[in-house]
């Protein structure tokens, strides 16, 4: 079982950056990928952006690529997502996810879940 907890969520204006957290607790951290997903109310989860084990490898969604960077660090259990240039259309409810896949973009490839963190832009 592992255990996952995101924060760093919050409202920003369009253009702005936020940089959100995820704590892993249970197993071993560095035996899966892990994953950032968002869902907008009344619309379906989606993919953002996937880490491999090591930190050596990533994927990002088209609309994430060149504004979203995510990392790991293995020795505290966290994985990160920093956003720049952020949109009101990016306005969701971000999950990390931790799957024992390599490098899965869907939902089904992922095994643990956060609660989630609220992101809001304004324009």
């Known amino acids: 079982q592992v255990q996952l907890v995101e924060s760093g969520g919050g409202l920003v204006q369009a253009g702005g950056s936020l940089r959100l957290s995820c704590a892993a607790s249970g197993r071993t951290f560095s035996n899966y990928s892990m994953g950032w997903f968002r869902q907008a109310t009344g619309k379906e989860r989606k993919f953002v952006s996937v880490?491999?084990?090591?930190?050596?490898?990533?994927y990002y969604a088209d609309f994430a690529k060149g504004r979203f960077t995510i990392s790991r660090d293995n020795a505290k259990n966290t994985v990160s997502l920093q956003m720049n240039s952020l949109k009101p259309e990016d306005t969701a409810v971000y999950y990390c996810a931790a799957s024992g896949q390599l490098l899965p973009a869907a939902l089904g490839g992922y095994h643990y879940w956060g609660q989630g963190t609220q992101v809001t832009v304004s324009s």
């Open positions: 880490i491999s084990w090591s930190g050596g490898s990533t």
